[in-house]
């Protein structure tokens, strides 16, 4: 088993888990209120001491990449690189939709959503086996709803046939499952930031 940590900061909640062997320390808070870059590193340092776990002696270090709060992906993208650089280890990401998708048995085709605000989410589908059918989209909630799949998530959605799974418990299946990958650990923004957006408009780029 491997000695790890990972984060979650995508969110309003922050996730953090530290893996020594058998012994795995989960840290959750519900709301952070977006307070990530305040609070990290001493739930960190906390998930840490009592898994009796130093950084030097992880053999990996993992975060979320999104998509999620832009804001929020960048401060857990950034900690978990500095400490990869720093200790010359590997820096795996995972992304929101893995993060429910390794926890979700299906006997069908679904859907993994995450809200985007105004009647909007970001989506990636897959099928009975995880293997993804559909890659990661901005979709309104109208067309979202007319593709008829169980959809899962792990925020409070109003959506037909939608399932909750718990974020705390999903983080270590989803890291255990993608480690031996590679990885990405670019942040992943399905969509561009508002305030890119408008800058393009501005510019007369879109």
């Given amino acids: ?16 888990v530290a893996c020594k062997g058998e012994n795995r ?20 340092d906390k998930a840490l001491d009592k898994a009796g776990l130093t950084p030097a002696e992880c053999d990996f270090f993992a975060a979320v990449t999104g998509p999620g709060s832009f804001t929020g992906i960048r401060i857990g993208v950034s900690c978990i690189k500095g400490y ?16 429910i998708s390794y926890n979700v048995n299906s006997d069908c085709d679904y859907l993994v959503a ?14 009975m086996h995880g293997v993804c059918n559909l890659q990661p989209c901005f979709m309104p909630r109208e067309k979202l709803i007319e593709k ?9 959605l109003s959506l037909p046939r939608y399932t909750k799974l718990e974020a705390k418990d999903c983080l270590c299946t989803a890291v255990e499952a993608t480690c031996a ?19 393009a408009a501005r510019l007369g780029l879109v």
């Fill in 148 to 156: 008829g799949r169980p959809v899962y998530g792990f925020e409070e």
């Fill in 25 to 44: 320390v989960v840290s959750h808070l519900a709301d952070c209120a977006m307070n990530h870059s305040v609070v990290l590193m001493d739930e960190i």
């Fill in 181 to 199: 990958d590679d990885g990405d650990i670019t942040a992943l923004y399905v969509k561009k930031p508002q305030a890119e957006e408008e800058r």
């Fill in 114 to 127: 995450v809200d985007a605000a105004h009647g909007n989410y970001y989506v990636c589908g897959y099928n």
């Fill in 84 to 99: 990869a650089t720093a200790l010359g280890k590997r820096a795996v990401g995972v992304t929101a939709f893995e993060l």
């Fill in 1 to 16: 088993m491997s000695n790890y940590l990972a984060v979650d900061t995508s969110s309003r909640y922050l996730t953090v």
